[in-house]
């Protein structure tokens, strides 16, 4: 008798937990950025963002489809490299996740968008910025910060009218970031009446820019703006200094606009100059932004970079189409996703029929006493 009841006791525990089982459904977000190379505290801090959201749903206990939702984060290192970008894409496709965050930069999320696109998974980058992102009609494809358009306009509108710069100099790390932003530059320079005196090129690897320089100085800029990311910048910037270019302005986008700067310049001079756009608004403008910092610090300290509230917000918003679709299939729930209003932690987020964002918004910085400081 008593072996009996110890079968039906087991027998009701399997049907139970079998129930409870049957009311779940796994819910995998990827995320791809550069975890690895010098532009780690990039990608480090995108993930940082995702995870962060992931474990907001599950402390909420989101349902879908009547199921409750167990969110779990797929992350793949691409290390700022397109061939590894286009694997990395593959790879979560073959895993069938829901959705992908990401890429970082502009040079993986080029090709990486075909592939989800091929695979019917909606992929946000929160990060990446070159127009021709979008341009490449996949419907797949969505951006949440405001591209390098509104970035690379911004910073020279701001050098002619209150800078008073006349003679710029444009270096481009010829990535496909950086050489999207010196032609945005470049165009931008000539409609506000700015003489683009030279041109210089490096790479996304490159730490020794003295040549370079040198060959600035002999044009006499009162700019300089380096379409690349702060890994580059902040070697250029003591460089700068030991040139004896100290009262040359250095501009650049948000791959410069970064609080690993400061260390990275490691006491320039320079540093003092820069003045660099990130798209979106300043934490403390945006609608969620000093309240959630406040969390990522406690669960991320000295983390911090740029774009992980843009990630966070990415995640949840997909987390929000597929709730209100009633599936996380992305065949379900993409119709939903991109016609939603969301309001996030960075801006309420719509997008427009490309997947750009209805409303961008920019803003300016620059350095000083070794702190980044908001200038609109």
């Given at each position: 008798m008593k072996n009996l009841c110890c079968i039906s006791l087991i027998g009701c525990a399997f049907a139970y937990s079998s129930n409870v089982l049957a009311q779940e459904v796994t819910v995998r977000i990827g995320h791809v950025g550069p975890i690895s190379g010098p532009q780690a505290h990039y990608g480090?801090?995108?993930?940082?963002?995702?995870?962060?959201?992931?474990?907001?749903?599950?402390?909420?206990?989101?349902?879908?489809?009547?199921?409750?939702?167990?969110?779990?984060?797929?992350?793949?290192?691409?290390?700022?490299?397109?061939?590894?970008?286009?694997?990395?894409?593959?790879?979560?496709?073959?895993?069938?996740?829901?959705?992908v965050v990401g890429h970082l930069n502009s040079g993986t999320t080029l090709p990486a968008a075909r592939i989800y696109s091929d695979c019917g998974i909606p992929n946000v980058t929160p990060s990446a910025t070159n127009p021709q992102i979008t341009k490449q009609g996949f419907k797949t494809t969505f951006r949440v910060l405001a591209n390098d358009n509104a970035l690379g306009e911004g910073v020279v509108k701001y050098a002619a009218s209150q800078l008073k710069l006349k003679r710029i100099a444009v270096i481009d790390d010829r990535t496909a970031y950086g050489s999207g932003m010196a032609e945005v530059v470049k165009k931008a320079a000539v409609a506000a009446g700015l003489q683009v005196v030279d041109e210089q090129f490096t790479n996304d690897k490159a730490y020794d820019f003295m040549a370079i320089l040198t060959a600035v100085k002999t044009k006499q800029p009162d700019g300089i703006f380096f379409a690349g990311f702060d890994a580059q910048a902040g070697p250029m910037l003591r460089q700068m200094?030991?040139?004896?270019?100290?009262?040359?302005?250095?501009?650049?986008?948000?791959?410069?606009?970064?609080?690993?700067?400061?260390?990275?310049?490691?006491?320039?001079?320079?540093?003092?100059?820069?003045?660099?756009?990130?798209?979106?608004?300043?934490?403390?403008?945006?609608?969620?932004g000093t309240a959630w910092?406040?969390?990522?610090?406690?669960?991320?300290?000295?983390?911090?970079?740029?774009?992980?509230p843009y990630a966070y917000d990415a995640a949840m918003m997909l987390a929000d189409a597929m709730v209100k679709a009633g599936s996380s299939d992305p065949a379900v729930y993409l119709p939903t996703f991109a016609k939603s209003s969301y309001q996030g932690v960075t801006a309420l987020i719509a997008f427009d029929a490309i997947g750009e964002l209805k409303s961008p918004s920019i803003t300016l910085y620059q350095y000083a006493s070794n702190k980044k400081l908001v200038l609109n």
């Open positions: 480090k801090d995108n993930e940082n963002g995702v995870r962060m959201a992931i474990d907001d749903l599950n402390a909420k206990k989101v349902k879908i489809g009547g199921k409750t939702a167990k969110f779990v984060l797929a992350a793949e290192d691409d290390a700022a490299d397109p061939k590894q970008g286009t694997a990395a894409a593959q790879k979560l496709c073959d895993a069938n996740v829901s959705g200094e030991q040139l004896g270019m100290t009262n040359i302005k250095f501009m650049g986008g948000d791959g410069v606009c970064t609080e690993k700067l400061i260390e990275l310049a490691a006491g320039a001079k320079t540093l003092g100059n820069v003045v660099c756009a990130e798209g979106g608004s300043s934490l403390a403008k945006m609608p969620g910092k406040a969390r990522y610090d406690q669960r991320f300290p000295g983390q911090f970079q740029v774009y992980s």
